[in-house]
């Protein structure tokens, strides 16, 4: 059972996504491990009026996401599971993703969730996402829409802040930082040879699949922002997806 403030709380959050849509973010679709251009995502014909609709936008955006079903409190040991909630005021929904593993019988040892709005005509935008890195056996499409599929790589997500210019206390989340979409990222290895390259998606996504060692992620500069993000060092672990943020600067003061 929510608390009674959940559709305020949803309503926030889909206020957040509304931000960021506005601040410019583009659907670049799903992701190409070739300089090409992404190809656009799937998106719904008709309006999103019912929660069963708003999981099957987002299942439509994330095909990783393809066979979770709904979430059933009365279930033990679920794993997988989805659930949407209206977003108080505003007419569209807030979709929960959560995927666990590890002794779920007793209510899982690790997890990772994410949280999406889903505007009324379909259009999906990522508010949050978090937890420990999904293992590849867990959820094998994890990769599909980020660039990587295998078992072994980087998993990162690329965002641009500030986005108000004065930081409150407590923070606003409509100042939360917006993803960078159609970013160009490249991963590159301890001898300094670029080894491979992709674009970012909508929320700002990426991926690659790479061999046990080290590497530099880099993101070029991107249209309307200060320049690229700094370099990020990261190991790769053998059956194991590391995860990276790049941090873009929006100039805002």
Same mark, same amino acid.
């Not at 999904?134 to 802040?161: E, F, K, R, S, Y």
């Given at each position: ?56 936008? /987002? ?106 210019? /004065? ?64 370099? /990020? ?21």
């Amino acid at each position: 059972m929510h608390a009674p403030d959940a559709p305020r709380r949803f309503g926030l959050l889909f206020a957040v996504a509304l931000s960021l849509a506005a601040c410019g973010a583009t659907a670049t679709g799903t992701i190409s491990t070739s300089a090409q251009a992404p190809t656009p995502a799937p998106s719904l014909t008709i309006p999103v009026t019912t929660p069963e609709g708003a999981m099957s936008a /987002v299942i439509a955006a994330q095909p990783r996401f393809a066979g979770i079903g709904p979430k059933q409190p009365d279930m033990i040991g679920q794993a997988k599971w989805m659930e949407a909630l209206p977003a108080s005021g505003v007419g569209a929904f807030v979709v929960m993703v959560s995927v666990g593993w590890g002794d779920c019988e007793a209510g899982c040892i690790d997890e990772h969730h994410w949280t999406y709005a889903v505007l009324p005509d379909g259009g999906v935008r990522l508010i949050s996402e978090g937890g420990a890195d999904v293992p590849g056996d867990i959820l094998p499409g994890a990769g599909a829409t980020v660039g990587g599929a295998g078992n072994t790589g980087i998993n990162g997500h690329a965002t641009a802040g500030p986005v108000c210019p /004065v930081e409150k206390n407590p923070p606003d989340p409509s100042c939360a930082p917006r993803p960078v979409a159609g970013a160009h990222v490249v991963a590159i290895d301890a001898s300094g040879s670029q080894v491979s390259e992709t674009m970012t998606d909508e929320t700002g996504a990426f991926g690659f699949d790479l061999a046990p060692g080290d590497y530099t992620i880099q993101g070029d500069a991107a249209p309307g922002l200060m320049g690229g993000p700094g370099q /990020v060092q990261v190991t790769v672990v053998a059956g194991t997806r590391s995860t990276v943020d790049l941090a873009y600067d929006t100039g805002i003061r």
